[in-house]
């Protein structure tokens, strides 16, 4: 295999882990929060659908048209995320139950797809696409060059997203709160601060996340849109956010991982060799699951274990 | 104050006033309202009628948040404190010393956390994380955190239970030092001996009312603990006495025989390391010490609950099997765990499938592979009557309160007339009148031929019903003594770890 | 009085006593009336007559015998995963690999069918049920020891396994030359495809005329009334409430909750497998990968069961119901009623029961709690 091959590959890699790196950075917040969202998928698609609607639909400058595209994207999936908010952080209703209940609501046979037909979305171009930003001129930089400079907008906002993410986490007294009230809501709420207003902001920052990257499907890989046209990244998100043990750097790195696998699949039968694809997309899942085998016991678990209270309701009462 | 939950009156007309710079004790049974005054002060309830002033001004706490705005901080026997963060991340969180609301620097937070606990003479290192530390260090951070806070009203909820006398002692002074400063600390306690230690004022609350404050000062020796007490239960008790006076002939029968037991604790720590202890038939061994020390993997590694890392247990010359619940079960342990709600009773399933918890493989309450639902009830109508407990075999353990929860826990255990009797913290959390009755249940046990091996963090306790002392700490027997006249003080420092010459 | 107080907040106050019965039967009745009201919004929303609608639904649902029939096949899978999430939720285990072991199933049951199909529905219709019956325990054995032996959350590995399934159906008929696949001729090649079993493995229809009922249909009826008994009254269900009510609990009365786990996940995974035979026996007769993909019968299967709050019996009205909106969605399709309404309508639904539960354990006060303050 020679070097442009690899260099392609990376840079294909890094194109495709965007979408589900956003989303993942996305159900990371909620997910530190304590609060698991398995709607992932639903929320991206409505993202999708939206983003392509605003395309399709609004007239003006390209740039300005596709920022607004990602905005409504943006709004559109927390809006939805909003419905698991309520039901898991108000109601107290099971978070597995209800996350799963949003994808099938606004996920492919569900709202996204109601939302395509009405608005007649199927079979017909849309009008702005994101295309690559030659940044600095550096494009042709060996090696760098199209693997950093030859990218889309939303790949360097995933960037920012990412540091700005670990910046709050870490650096900020709300992201020290955000821990706080993903390891042990009682105690926060002891504090004086309001573990109901913590969860709703990060489920509906999550959802919002998720919009932007189901947007990348509709913007930037497809200038079409199809029912489910996210196939699956949604829940390669949620075993990204597991795989980087619930870190914003490891997101991204998994994700271009999983990108770069699943394009060297493709390139891979493409040059005969007998190994089938399927072998390449089934890692991310396999990954997933040795993770979570190692990390859920023993030793691996303060450190790169889950949010003590994830799944977990919150009720002064104990209830 | 009054403050209605559906159905009961928790607090009726509660008048309590603290002043600056005093140390103010609540006395009360459980039950009696002192937890629901605790969460109308720290505005986690807010009050049906009624309302709390501070400094003269009348305020509306709706939050705990309000409650710290007035200076109103409360610890809760239950720490809250994350255990991932470190000490100087707990301490920062929601409150900062420089006013930042968005950045957060770690070292900083260190460093200041740091001078703080050397200002209040409270030793903690502030880069661990609470995790790493050990009981007493973390009551030390919640206070920390208080303090820092700028708490003028400090609730300590029950602060000795889970401390060495030394550790409480230290910690006495530090409330001492915290009221000398101005502020003033409620200080919520069972223990007449500590109130009387430590306290300026005593207030005692009984079903919901206010049943009087006394003024120690410099006078405590002149209250009598017993009016104190006649305040508290509205009854004599009597105190200082030993209850279980006929001490039972040690039986000729084995009793309960453990033999260099190890244990080690979930986390793989060594627990209990190399325990060897006889029990007779008819006898109540006591466990004494600070919660923490291996009582709880010992008293679940001879029931069988918890795997054995070595040594021996029998129970009438029967070996047990390690870790097998069912051989000890068969060979006649019965064993109250201390953790009640979380081991010994399913909240979530009626009191009648709880009474057969033990026993529903039997042919009394089985057929094939169905369960005999008819005499499952049966068997529970029959207990309930028999220990005078309230509700039907069909109500869920969940509704029960402590104390019934206790009885019907009991019931449960002594129903099989069991060889040996494994109780941890028995009465721990009860109120008087059921306390009084578990005590009764345990003596009666032994006297009728079971082997009893009582762990109890409460001294007093254990000085009253057990026949021999064993003291536990740092998962060895630092001593056995003999209640009869036992030293206090010797059993104490037993506690610390300080080994008994022979 | 001060008068002015910030946001009003929903409160929830625990409920000390027991549950009313009348708010036990109320609450889902509301629940249905809401989504009712909320379906209806969303039908306006989006242009459409929701009368015309709603009878159109009642048209191909459940207005004659061969609608009738036809819910019946929306429901048959969706009863199968229901019952098969129904009793892992009771027990607290949250397999929601129902999917991926729906996948295992049809594949077993189909490779068995081609292998001794030809011998006789006799032989082959056990043996199909048998097949897909270990095939989905042993699936669902992986998440199940993980979770009881190396504590790693079951939710998370039941569900990548539903992806790797998938990925073994595509490969079993698109990317390999597997038994599963049909490589006879030419039109085998140019679009993959499974083989079809022999008719005589074909799973009975019951019923005559225009009305029928699939025979997986009834298999799950049974399997709704076994696991109802086995829940409510026997030992294993004894046991598995206990531990589910509290793991320590069934520890300290030596009952082997990791064994238990493991048992109901089996269980869990043998009932779900069932819906994949009972889909190539009694519908498609062969391996279809997007056949079985597509409808999402094991997530559907969770909200099935969520509806019949995790109560094999009410498991099977709430199958029905999602069967029959199903149907609507697939025999409708038309502007009056798009295929995409479906998931809508189940979210909606779904929602409102899941939020109206509270209402059984919580009082709800809208409002602070009354303050007298001192004027």
Avoid at chain 2, 60 to 86: K, N, W, Y
Avoid at chain 2, 187 to 206: G, M, N, Q, T
Avoid at chain 2, 322 to 330: E, K, N
Wanted: glycine share 12%; net charge neutral; hydrophobic share 50%.
């Amino acid at each position: 295999m020679n070097r442009g091959l690899v260099i392609q590959l990376i840079a294909t890699g890094v194109f495709y882990g965007t979408p589900m790196a956003i989303a993942a950075l996305g159900e990371l917040l909620a997910e530190r929060s304590g609060v698991l969202n398995l709607g992932v998928e639903g929320m991206m698609l409505m993202g999708a659908v939206v983003a392509f609607w605003v395309s399709r639909n609004v007239s003006g400058p390209n740039g300005l048209i596709l920022i607004l595209a990602v905005l409504a994207a943006a709004a559109a999936a927390a809006l939805v995320s909003l419905i698991h908010a309520f039901m898991t952080i108000t109601l107290r209703a099971n978070q597995v139950v209800s996350g799963l209940a949003l994808t099938i609501f606004a996920g492919a046979t569900g709202l996204s797809s109601y939302v395509g037909d009405l608005a007649n979305l199927g079979g017909s171009p849309g009008h702005h696409i994101m295309n690559p930003i030659n940044v600095f001129g550096l494009k042709n930089l060996p090696i760098l060059g199209p693997i950093i400079f030859d990218q889309p907008a939303l790949v360097y906002v995933s960037w920012v997203i990412a540091v700005g993410i670990f910046w709050y986490v870490n650096k900020t007294r709300p992201g020290l709160h955000l821990r706080a009230v993903g390891e042990n809501p009682q105690a926060a709420d002891a504090m004086g601060l309001s573990v109901t207003r913590c969860r709703y902001t990060h489920v509906l920052t999550g959802g919002a996340l998720a919009g932007v990257g189901g947007s990348f499907y509709t913007l930037v890989i497809s200038s079409e849109w199809t029912d489910g046209i996210t196939s699956g990244a949604g829940w390669i998100a949620l075993a990204l956010v597991i795989l980087a043990f619930w870190r914003p750097a490891g997101v991204l790195a998994g994700a271009y991982l999983f990108g770069v696998v699943s394009a060297l699949g493709s390139n891979l039968s493409a040059r005969g060799v007998a190994l089938p694809p399927e072998v390449f997309s089934a890692l991310p899942y396999v990954l997933t699951i040795v993770v979570l085998a190692v990390v859920a016991g023993g030793w691996g678990r303060g450190r790169f274990g889950a949010p003590a209270a994830l799944g977990v309701p919150y009720a002064r009462d104990g209830g | 104050m009054t403050k209605r939950f559906p159905g009961v009156v928790a607090n009726d007309k509660v008048d309590f006033e603290v002043l600056s710079g005093e140390v103010h004790a609540l006395l009360g049974e459980n039950g009696s309202g002192k937890t629901t005054l605790c969460k109308m002060l720290t505005g986690m309830y807010q009050p049906t009628a009624g309302h709390i002033e501070v400094d003269g001004e009348p305020v509306v706490l709706h939050s705990p948040g309000d409650a710290h705005r007035h200076g109103i901080f409360m610890v809760h026997q239950h720490f809250s404190l994350v255990e991932r963060l470190t000490v100087a991340e707990n301490v920062m969180l929601g409150w900062s010393s420089d006013g930042s609301r968005i950045r957060f620097n770690r070292r900083r937070a260190e460093q200041e956390v740091a001078r703080l606990a050397e200002q209040y003479e409270m030793p903690v290192q502030a880069d661990r994380t609470i995790a790493a530390l050990s009981i007493g260090e973390r009551q030390r951070v919640e206070i920390l955190k208080a303090v820092c806070r700028g708490a003028r009203v400090l609730i300590l909820d029950e602060p000795t239970t889970v401390l060495t006398p030394q550790e409480a002692e230290r910690l006495f002074a530090s409330m001492r030092r915290l009221a000398k400063a101005g502020n003033s600390v409620i200080f919520i306690s069972h223990k007449l001996h500590e109130v009387l230690a430590v306290s300026d004022r005593v207030s005692v609350l009984r079903r919901g009312v206010t049943t009087g404050t006394v003024e120690l000062g410099d006078h405590a020796a002149s209250v009598d603990r017993k009016d104190l007490a006649r305040m508290m239960v509205g009854r004599e008790i009597e105190l200082g006495r030993r209850r279980r006076v006929t001490r039972a002939q040690p039986a000729a029968s084995a009793g309960l025989e453990i033999k260099e037991l190890v244990v080690h604790n979930d986390l793989g720590v060594l627990a209990v390391d190399g325990v060897t202890l006889d029990v007779a038939a008819g006898e109540v061994l006591g466990i004494a010490g600070v919660a923490g020390n291996g009582q709880r993997e010992f008293a679940e590694a001879i029931a069988g609950v918890r795997p054995r890392t070595r040594g021996e247990v029998s129970v009438g010359g029967t070996e047990i099997r390690s870790g097998r619940p069912l051989a000890a079960l068969a060979a006649g342990m019965a064993f109250v765990p201390e953790d009640r709600m979380g081991m010994g009773l399913a909240s979530g399933i009626d009191v009648a499938e709880n009474m057969v918890l033990k026993s529903f493989r039997t042919g009394a309450f089985s057929r094939g592979p169905l369960i005999r639902r008819g005499r499952v009830v049966d068997n529970a109508s029959s207990l309930l009557e028999g220990y005078q407990l309230r509700g039907g075999p069909a109500s869920l353990v969940g509704q029960l309160s402590g104390g019934n929860a206790q009885k019907v826990l009991l019931a449960r255990e002594l129903a099989s007339k069991p060889r040996a009797l494994v109780i941890a913290a028995p009465t721990r959390g009860l109120d008087v009148g059921v306390t009084e009755t578990v005590r009764r249940l345990i003596a009666e046990a032994a006297d009728a031929g079971t082997a009893v091996v009582m762990i109890s963090e409460d001294l007093d306790e254990v000085l009253d019903l057990a026949d021999r002392i064993a003291v536990m700490s740092g998962g060895r027997i630092t001593g056995i003594v003999e209640a009869q006249g036992a030293d206090v003080e010797e059993i104490g420092l037993l506690m610390m770890g300080q080994v008994r010459a022979a | 009085m001060r008068a002015i107080l910030p946001a009003i907040p929903i409160r929830l106050e625990k409920r000390t006593d027991r549950t009313p019965r009348w708010v036990l039967a109320a609450t889902p009745a509301g629940a249905f009336l809401f989504a009712f009201v909320v379906v209806t919004i969303v039908l306006l929303a989006g242009g459409h007559d929701p009368l015309q609608t709603y009878s159109a639904m009642l048209q191909a649902s459940v207005a004659s015998p061969s609608a009738i029939s036809q819910t019946l096949v929306s429901a048959t899978p969706l009863l199968l995963t229901g019952l098969a999430a129904a009793v892992a939720f009771r027990m607290g285990i949250w397999n929601i690999g129902g999917e991926g072991q729906l996948y295992i199933g049809a594949v077993c049951a189909s490779g068995v069918a081609l292998a001794i199909g030809a011998h006789g529905i006799g032989l082959a219709l056990p043996a199909m049920i048998l097949a897909a019956m270990i095939g989905g325990a042993l699936w669902a054995a992986i998440p199940g020891l993980l979770r009881a032996y190396l504590n790693a959350s079951e939710i998370l590995t039941s569900l990548m396994l539903n992806y790797v399934a998938g990925l073994l159906l595509d490969w079993l008929i698109n990317d390999s030359n597997s038994y599963w696949r049909d490589t006879s001729g030419i039109s085998a090649y140019l679009v993959a495809h499974g083989k079809t079993i022999p008719g005589a493995a074909d799973w009975p229809v019951i019923g005559s005329g225009s009305f029928t009922v699939p025979f997986g249909f009834l298999v799950g009826l049974v399997l709704a009334a076994l696991l109802f008994v086995v829940v409510r009254h026997t030992w294993l269900g004894y046991q598995l409430r206990v531990t589910a009510d509290n793991p320590g609990v069934g520890r300290y009365a030596g009952m082997a909750s990791k064994r238990n786990f493991v048992i109901v996940m089996l269980l869990s995974g043998a009932v779900a497998a069932i819906a994949g035979a009972s889909q190539v026996g009694d519908f498609t007769h062969i391996l279809d990968p997007t056949g079985l993909q597509s409808p999402q019968y094991g997530y559907t299967g969770i909200v099935v069961a969520a509806l019949g709050r995790y109560n094999p019996l009410a498991v099977v009205i709430s199958a029905l119901l999602l069967g029959a909106i199903t149907n609507a969605g697939i025999n409708v399709q038309s502007a009056t009623f798009p295929q995409s309404l479906t998931g809508v309508i189940e979210g909606v639904i779904l929602f409102c029961v899941l939020g109206s539960e509270i209402l059984s354990r919580y009082r709800v006060r809208v409002g602070w709690e009354k303050v007298a303050v001192a004027a």
